[in-house]
């Protein structure tokens, strides 16, 4: 498996993790307003920071493919 697959499956698995916690964040809050918790490990904004750094990741990457792509002149 060559570095360039191994970056975009990276990428997209951290995409995909990203909107779970983002959900995960989601459904804690509705949860908190109802007077539950879902989770007893991680409050709601926690998860929100995860899922940030997470999406900052991907957007680095791709920025950084975005750029080689225009160096090297391909459409």
Do not use: D, H, W
């Not at 991680?42 to 750094?53: N, T, W």
């Amino acid at each position: 498996m060559s570095l360039e697959k191994l970056v975009s499956l990276a990428s997209r698995l951290f995409f995909l993790g990203a909107f779970v916690l983002l959900a995960l964040a989601v459904m804690e809050k509705i949860a908190n307003v109802s007077g539950y918790t879902i989770l007893q490990l991680y409050k709601g904004g926690r998860l929100l920071e995860f899922a940030v750094v997470l999406l900052v990741f991907v957007i680095a990457v791709q920025l950084r493919e975005m750029k080689e792509e225009l160096k090297s002149g391909r459409p």
